[in-house]
C-alpha cells in the first residue's frame, strides 16, 4: 500500500488513479488535485495507455469533499490566498477530467460529496453503486456548488438542479441516476471484476449491463413539487412558495433553506442558471470561481467552516437572513474577476 494521498500508476492498459485517505473520508487536498492532474497530463497522448479507472480506497466514500482546512486556517488570518490557489489548481483539474480525449471511468462508492462530485462526477463513465450518496451541500458551508457541480445541476432535469443545489439533499443511486450525476449502477460486488477487465483490454465495452438500483430513489416522485417551486425567479420567491404550499415536501425544505447560508443560495440559484444558459464546463467553472474566489473575504465561507467543521456547534451567524439579503451583495460575488485569475493558465 502506498503512502500517497492519491496513488496514480498504469496497470495493464489502464492509467489508475485511487484516493488513500480512507481515514479522512478520501477528502482532496491541493497536493492532490495537483496529482490528478499531473497523471491525466502524462497519460493524454501514451499510447499504452486506452483508458483511466478513477476509484478510491475504503467503503464510507469516494471522496467525501474539499479538505478545507487549510484554506479555514489562511482566511482567518485574512491570507486568502491559499484558497484561491487550490481552488484555481482544482479546477483546471476537473475541467481535464470533463474534456479528456480517453475514457475515464470513476467508481463511486459511500460519499461522493463536493470536491468527489467534481472529480467522479465529469468522468465520461460514472459508476455508482448500492451505498452511493451523492450531494453537493456547499451553502451548508458558506460555500457554492463548484467544481463544476452547476454544470451538473443546470443539466437536471426540470428544475431539480436548483432544488438540489440550495438543499444540498443526498442523492441515492437510484436518484443520481435520475438527476445526471452519475450514468451506471452496478452492484459494489462487481466492480473489481469490471476493473479486471478494463485493465487486462482497455475496452470500455467491458463495462457490465447496467442494472436497476435495488433502492428506490425519491427525486422522480418530488418532481411536480420541485419544479412547481422552484421554477421561481429568486430566493426569496422560492421562500415565498414553500411557506405558502402548506405541504411535507414544503416544510422539510424550508428547513433546510432556513438552516443553510442566504447569501451562497441565492448565488447559487444565480449560477445554476447562468451556467444553463452556456452550459460548458469551462463557462461553469469561472463562473464559479466569481464566487469562490471571493468567499472567504466577503462571503459567509470562514463562518460556515467554523460551525459545521471546526468548532461544530451547528449554530452560524449568517452575513444575512433570508428576508434580509441585499440583492447588490449576491451580485457582488458574481462580478468577472478579470484577467489577473484566469483559471486556464498553467500551474507552475
Not at 51 to 73: E, N, P, Q
Not at 111 to 128: D, K, L, Q, T
Not at 262 to 276: E, H, I, K
Request: hydrophobic share 45%.
Amino acid at each position: 500500500m502506498s503512502d500517497a494521498t492519491m496513488i496514480a500508476r498504469i496497470e495493464g492498459r489502464a492509467g489508475r488513479l485511487t484516493f488513500n485517505r480512507e481515514g479522512a473520508l478520501n477528502a482532496l487536498d491541493h497536493d492532490m488535485a495537483l496529482a490528478i492532474e499531473t497523471a491525466l497530463d502524462s497519460w493524454r497522448d501514451d499510447a499504452s495507455v486506452d483508458l483511466v479507472i478513477i476509484d478510491a480506497h475504503g467503503d464510507r466514500a469516494f471522496c467525501a469533499g474539499g479538505d478545507i482546512a487549510a484554506v479555514y486556517r489562511a482566511g482567518i488570518e485574512g491570507d486568502y490566498a491559499p484558497g484561491r490557489d487550490f481552488w484555481r489548481d482544482e479546477y483546471r483539474m476537473n475541467a481535464k477530467i470533463a474534456e479528456y480525449p480517453k475514457p475515464i471511468v470513476a467508481f463511486m462508492q459511500g460519499f461522493v460529496m463536493g470536491g468527489g462530485v467534481g472529480v467522479g462526477g465529469h468522468a465520461s463513465h460514472r459508476i455508482v453503486g448500492e451505498s452511493t450518496q451523492v450531494s453537493m451541500p456547499e451553502s451548508g458551508i458558506g460555500l457554492i456548488p463548484d467544481v463544476g457541480g452547476t454544470l451538473l445541476l443546470a443539466r437536471a432535469p426540470g428544475h431539480v438542479g436548483e432544488y438540489l443545489g440550495l438543499t444540498g439533499t443526498r442523492m441515492v443511486a437510484a436518484d443520481a441516476l435520475y438527476a445526471g450525476f452519475a450514468d451506471l449502477f452496478v452492484p459494489e460486488a462487481e466492480w473489481e471484476d469490471a476493473k479486471d477487465r478494463l485493465i487486462k483490454t482497455g475496452n470500455i465495452d467491458t463495462l457490465p449491463m447496467a442494472r436497476t438500483p435495488p433502492a428506490p430513489g425519491t427525486l422522480a416522485d418530488l418532481r411536480a413539487d420541485i419544479d412547481r417551486i422552484f421554477w421561481a425567479e429568486d430566493l426569496a420567491a422560492i421562500v415565498a412558495k414553500l411557506e405558502t404550499a402548506g405541504s411535507d415536501f414544503a416544510t422539510r425544505t424550508l428547513k433546510t433553506l432556513y438552516r443553510n447560508s442566504p447569501l451562497s443560495m441565492a448565488a447559487t440559484l444565480r449560477l445554476v442558471r447562468m451556467t444553463r444558459a452556456n452550459p460548458t464546463i469551462r463557462a461553469a467553472l469561472e463562473h464559479e470561481f466569481r464566487f469562490t474566489w471571493r468567499a472567504a473575504e466577503m462571503g459567509d465561507f470562514l463562518e460556515g467552516v467554523r460551525a459545521q467543521i471546526i468548532d461544530k456547534d451547528r449554530d452560524p451567524h449568517w452575513k444575512h437572513t433570508l428576508a434580509s439579503l441585499p440583492p447588490e451583495d449576491v451580485a457582488a460575488m458574481l462580478e468577472p474577476l478579470g484577467p489577473n485569475w484566469a483559471i486556464w493558465e498553467e500551474k507552475p
